[in-house]
């Protein structure tokens, strides 16, 4: 009798042990943080930041492979302690933004970073076709300010202190090296592993009884026989 009640106690708890780790697993699925398309990407950064400037073609390269599937931001956060044009660059891109050529206006400085005076800056306004005298206007403009302020702040408020900074999913990414990696590679396998988890997400969610019912549906129905 002895040996049964043994035996019993140890079926009863190999069956709990097995209903725990199995509660475990699916508790752990519940709780898979859900990823959608596009993945936001944010970069702080300063238009006179030499690491900037090299970051500024890699993420062109990025933006042509990932397309829609990631939304890349621009977020500004001028170093102003050591780069003496940086803010005013700041503020004429935004002044370009209040006439449609944030974009193009951006691409402008990064290609031309070692001259970013006053002069260049509505040089390149012209250049591309902007309206010049608003131009002048809005970088003078306090409300075009307050963008270029806004986005410095919430750089401090997200514990950013060099440039380029980068968010992928609001996630920091430390851009550190190592002997398998470079950090714009690291970059890349962040934004693309978060694609690929989105995409796979996405997948798991159409559920074949969705498609068997749409055919149902739209199957053309038997005609019934004439009667006579």
């Given amino acids: 009798m002895k040996n049964i009640s ?44 030499p ?8 993420l062109k390269s990025m933006r042509e492979e990932f397309g829609s599937d990631v939304e890349f931001v621009y977020r500004h956060f001028p170093l ?11 503020v004429a ?17 990064f290609e031309n970073q070692e001259k970013l ?10 250049e591309l076709g902007l309206d010049v005298e ?14 270029v302020d806004a986005d410095i702040a919430e750089g401090d408020a997200r514990s950013v202190s060099s440039t380029p900074t980068f968010f992928v999913n609001g996630e920091m990414v430390r851009l550190t090296s190592s002997s398998s990696e470079s950090p714009d590679q690291k970059l890349k396998r962040t934004i693309r592993e978060l694609v690929d988890k989105a995409k796979a997400q996405a997948a798991v969610s159409v559920t074949p009884s969705a498609t068997v019912e749409e055919t149902a549906t739209t199957a053309t129905p038997t005609p019934s026989p004439t009667q006579p």
Avoid: M, W
Avoid at 51 to 58: D, H, P, R
Avoid at 93 to 107: I, L, M, P, T, V
Avoid at 134 to 147: G, H, L, Q, S, V
């Fill in 6 to 49: 043994t035996t019993f106690v140890i079926v009863i708890a190999s069956v709990i042990g097995i209903a725990f780790l199995f509660l475990l697993a699916n508790t752990g699925k519940s709780e898979e943080k859900i990823v959608t398309l596009p993945i936001k990407v944010e970069e702080f950064s300063d238009f006179q930041c």
């Fill in 51 to 58: 690491a900037c400037g090299a970051y500024y073609t890699v």
């Fill in 80 to 90: 102003t302690t050591t780069h003496e044009f940086a803010y005013g660059a700041a």
């Fill in 93 to 109: 891109s935004e002044a370009a933004r209040n006439q449609g050529k944030f974009e193009e206006y951006h691409d402008k400085l």
């Fill in 117 to 126: 005076t006053k002069e260049d800056l509505e040089k390149y306004a012209l």
């Fill in 134 to 147: 608003k131009f002048k206007a809005d970088i003078e403009n306090p409300e075009t300010k307050a963008r």
